[in-house]
């Protein structure tokens, strides 16, 4: 049997009070998740184990059954990886969003959904301006912003120290950027052949200030100061680390003799690169509602014709959740349903080899939190002959009673790697 995972990034959430009550996932529009639900076995599921951040990073790795305490290094060498840069072992990588501030407090983590041909500049910009005095006063290059998608990019210190604390913009949101800035940990242990974790931070701290007073200037932020609109004007490092250890599916699952992953997020294609995942570039995928639902569709539906296991992530209900914004949520839910979930389950029907499909979100996002929270998450899992439990639709509440109860962390994909 084949295996398909589909996974709407932060798609659960909280009861609503403008929803009488209920979740989006129990009021939007989404008859082929309920279906699937309704003929196929459901569960909520932990996703992020004790002492982890709800983070993405965390979920989705863990949904892939891998253990967190063994190959956790945090977004950023995830997103080396997919922008195709080879960390070396005195590398440290960490995310590095452009955001907006204004009034001393971060408004969004996107960078006012900054485009990625904008971005490319900007951080070409950053690297003349930010990075450049920097390496010319270490004598090296210490520091470098290599571009990403959108808002989301890297940058590379060379000897930096991971033992440092960063704080996930989208989890602050109209909070002051100052008490944010990173800080060293308490303790932290002093590695052979890298910068103090406080020099680290030194840095680090140094060119986020010196990113709001370059970025301002630059005739991108100057037009959109001039139109009244979000500027890109600050950058904002989080989620840090080493090169990862991490096997691959294949030898931890003798059932996948090839993958892919499926998704518009760097995030997410690192972590199907040290899988051992084929990455799907889809044209048009975007990480946002726009993104380009058919063509990823058709991109699962093909990979399933060749691979023994397909990983689609999608993204939009989770950008949705951090800017609060519910109707988009429900709608992102909708577009998920009916623009992926039912052209894939359309054609694996059809298909001569029977195939498993799973999904869930990878964690809530809830929209009148507008940031992630460590909570269990629905799951189903439907194939062809398999006997149904007694729930009806699936959300966060119905899921409650399926018949997987409450799983943990690996045990999903362990459980559906052996139907």
């Avoid at 403008?18 to 309704?38: E, I, N």
């Amino acid at each position: 049997m084949k295996h398909i995972i589909i996974l709407g990034d932060g798609m659960a959430d909280h009861p609503i009070e403008r929803l009488d009550g209920k979740t989006p996932l129990q009021k939007a529009d989404k008859p082929m998740m309920d279906f699937l639900a309704k003929n196929g076995r459901t569960g909520r599921l932990i996703t992020v184990p004790e002492g982890f951040p709800p983070g993405s990073e965390v979920a989705n790795t863990a949904i892939l059954g891998y253990d967190m305490n063994k190959v956790y290094e945090g977004r950023g060498p995830l997103e080396a990886a997919s922008i195709g840069y080879e960390m070396a072992d005195d590398d440290f990588a960490i995310r590095c969003n452009i955001i907006t501030i204004e009034d001393g407090r971060i408004v969004t983590h996107n960078g006012g959904n900054l485009q990625t041909d904008d971005a490319r500049t900007l951080i070409n910009y950053l690297n003349d301006t930010v990075a450049k005095p920097i390496n010319e006063r270490e004598g090296c290059e210490r520091v470098r912003f290599i571009s990403g998608i959108q808002y989301r990019h890297l940058l590379v210190i060379k000897g930096g120290n991971k033992h440092i604390t960063c704080l996930p913009p989208h989890d602050h949101p109209n909070e002051q950027w100052e008490p944010l800035l990173v800080k060293a940990e308490d303790n932290a242990p002093q590695e052979p052949g890298r910068l103090t974790a406080q020099q680290t931070a030194d840095i680090i701290n140094e060119m986020i200030k010196r990113s709001q007073e370059m970025l301002p200037q630059h005739p991108y932020n100057k037009k959109k100061a001039e139109n009244g609109q979000r500027q890109a004007n600050s950058i904002w490092p989080w989620s840090g680390g080493y090169r990862p250890s991490m096997t691959t599916l294949t030898d931890q699952y003798p059932q996948i003799k090839s993958g892919a992953v499926i998704s518009a997020v760097d995030l997410i294609k690192g972590i199907g690169h040290y899988a051992g995942l084929r990455i799907i570039e889809v044209e048009g995928a975007t990480g946002l509602a726009d993104t380009n639902y058919e063509s990823k569709a058709q991109a699962a539906i093909e990979a399933l014709k060749t691979d023994d296991f397909v990983f689609v992530h999608v993204e939009a209900t989770d950008e949705a959740g951090h800017d609060g914004d519910l109707e988009l949520k429900m709608r992102a839910i909708n577009y998920l349903d009916q623009r992926i979930i039912r052209p894939v389950y359309e054609a694996v029907t059809a298909m001569g080899e029977p195939v498993a499909i799973a999904v869930l979100p990878d964690h809530p996002t809830p929209v009148e939190l507008r940031i992630h929270v460590n909570e269990p998450v629905p799951f189903l899992i439907w194939h062809p002959g398999i006997q149904a439990d007694d729930v009806k639709q699936y959300d966060e509440v119905s899921c409650v009673s399926g018949s997987y109860g409450l799983l943990r962390l690996n045990q999903f994909i362990d459980t559906l790697m052996n139907t």
